[in-house]
């Protein structure tokens, strides 16, 4: 749905009005278009203690062309760079600040005391105004449950703080992250830096993310604009909006799309698999023989590699006005489902080692929301499965990760009243709704072949929410 308020605001006359009134200025947020660089403009390389992610920083941002500029508390990023073959320099100098550059990485492995956290304060005090419209923050830490000391378990943790108050701070569309790497995980960093400091990232920010062990073998694409290339991916719920979104960015990145949803939307499924190459689905996964009908479809067709639980419905009531078929309803398919499913397909051996597993939650899970208790249950219940199912999957070489949307444009939110709508827009850093794309990209991120030391991972895209942050 357009945003009139958007396009008001970005006009001379609109920009006028909304200046002279303090209101939200929403910017229009960079996406990704198919080719582009990963990055336009320079990145700024901060770091406390002894930072013990630079030499794999620097191998990240030859491979994908970045060029980068030490911040003069970090004088030693100069030779790490230039030994990984990267064009660089120095950044601002005597008290002045440098170049604007359009992403800040702050390597903080090597902050072993809270005492050290002015590190943080003199990179992001000197740097927070040179960042560029639409620009990206990346903040590396070690997570804090893995950490020896109580000492660095305790800085590590309030790195948290500044990503969520950086998200808040930098307006003009700009991005804040917070990724926690274990030790003996640096190798895994590459497809989340490429997400996060691209235009994929557009509607995700203040989030942590944690990087581990790979699941299965750590896989680097050929073509990195082309990952699932070969690769069989199912997305369900795909004749419209969200869905079919998802099953559009996995075509465009390569793969081949079975499109899933209810016989009743046959018309627009076929549309969407017939636009996209793809094959066509119609299942009510809901259905007791629905699991077996996937495990002969996924092995009839070689195995899939990637499986995406888009598909979903709400049916509002406050609970003591609610009907027990309805919470039973919403909860077998949102939840039950996808359960009976996910065991089905990885105990046959129809999703391939090394595959993906990427559920749909949503912030009403996090936060809740009036009128939505059944559908509140079942989305943090699929926030409970990925954390639950990772560690089981993982022993078949499956990861399996969970996004959780906030206010997206889409036809549901379309029919919303207009003040709850306005509200759900502007209540968040981005002070607008997000595009079904911006849900399409973190799946496609999270289901990469290269994203084999990502998997129990709950990641919201709702640019910053202030519901649930």
């Known amino acids: 749905m357009k945003d009139g308020y958007l396009d008001f605001a970005n006009s001379p006359m609109g920009a006028k009005l909304i200046n002279a009134l303090g209101l939200p200025k929403p910017l229009p947020l960079e996406r990704y278009s198919e080719g582009q660089p990963v990055i336009k403009g320079s990145v700024l390389v901060g770091g406390g203690g002894e930072p013990q992610l630079l030499e794999a920083l620097a191998g990240v941002f030859s491979r994908i062309g970045a060029q980068s500029l030490a911040h003069d508390k970090?004088?030693?990023?100069?030779?790490?760079?230039?030994?990984?073959?990267?064009?660089?320099?120095?950044?601002?100098?005597?008290?002045?600040?440098?170049?604007?550059?359009?992403?800040?990485?702050?390597?903080?492995?090597?902050?072993?005391?809270?005492?050290?956290?002015?590190?943080?304060?003199w990179f992001f005090h000197d740097a927070a105004r040179s960042l560029l419209p639409c620009g990206r923050v990346v903040?590396?830490?070690?997570?804090?449950?893995e950490c020896k000391s109580h000492r660095k378990a305790t800085v590590q943790r309030s790195l948290e703080g500044m990503t969520r108050s950086l998200g808040k701070e930098l307006k003009k569309g700009s991005i804040s992250q917070l990724v926690y790497v274990s030790e003996g995980a640096e190798g895994n960093?590459?497809?989340?830096?490429?997400?996060?400091?691209?235009?994929?990232?557009?509607?995700?920010?203040?989030?942590?993310?944690?990087?581990?062990?790979?699941?299965?073998?750590?896989?680097?694409?050929?073509?990195?604009?082309?990952?699932?290339?070969?690769?069989?991916?199912?997305?369900?719920g795909a004749s419209r909006g969200i869905g079919a979104a998802i099953a559009e960015v996995f075509a465009r990145d390569g793969a081949h799309v079975i499109c899933l949803d209810v016989p009743q939307a046959q018309?627009?499924?076929?549309?969407?698999?017939?636009?996209?190459?793809?094959?066509?689905?119609?299942?009510?996964?809901?259905?007791?023989?629905?699991?077996?009908?996937?495990?002969?479809?996924?092995?009839?067709?070689?195995?899939?590699?990637v499986v995406v639980h888009n598909a979903g419905i709400t049916r509002d009531k406050t609970v003591a006005n609610m009907k027990e078929q309805i919470w039973l309803l919403v909860v077998n398919v949102n939840l039950s489902t996808q359960e009976r499913i996910n065991e089905a397909l990885v105990n046959s051996g129809a999703i391939k080692s090394g595959g993906r597993i990427v559920c749909v939650s949503s912030i009403s899970g996090i936060a809740g929301n009036m009128g939505q208790t059944n559908y509140a249950v079942s989305k943090a219940g699929v926030i409970g499965m990925v954390e639950s199912t990772a560690p089981i999957f993982a022993e078949k070489g499956i990861t399996i990760n969970a996004v959780a949307p906030g206010f997206i444009e889409t036809q549901m939110t379309a029919a919303i009243p207009f003040a709850i709508r306005e509200g759900g827009r502007r209540m968040?850093?981005?002070?607008?709704?997000?595009?079904?794309?911006?849900?399409?990209?973190?799946?496609?991120?999270?289901?990469?072949p290269a994203s084999s030391g990502l998997t129990a991972n709950v990641i919201r895209v709702c640019g910053q929410s202030l519901i649930g942050a």
């Open 74 to 121: 970090l004088p030693q990023w100069v030779s790490v760079a230039n030994k990984a073959g990267l064009t660089t320099g120095r950044w601002g100098g005597n008290g002045k600040p440098g170049e604007k550059v359009k992403a800040l990485v702050f390597d903080a492995t090597g902050l072993e005391d809270s005492t050290q956290s002015d590190a943080l304060y």
């Open 139 to 145: 903040i590396l830490g070690r997570p804090p449950e």
């Open 189 to 236: 960093i590459e497809s989340t830096l490429r997400f996060l400091l691209s235009p994929r990232a557009a509607y995700v920010s203040a989030q942590v993310i944690r990087i581990g062990q790979p699941v299965g073998q750590l896989v680097t694409p050929a073509d990195w604009n082309k990952p699932f290339a070969g690769k069989k991916v199912l997305v369900t």
């Open 267 to 305: 018309e627009g499924l076929n549309e969407v698999a017939k636009k996209l190459g793809g094959t066509a689905l119609a299942l009510d996964i809901g259905s007791a023989e629905a699991p077996q009908k996937l495990v002969d479809a996924a092995k009839a067709d070689g195995g899939w590699d």
């Open 428 to 448: 968040n850093s981005m002070s607008q709704g997000g595009q079904p794309v911006d849900v399409a990209e973190a799946i496609a991120w999270f289901a990469h």
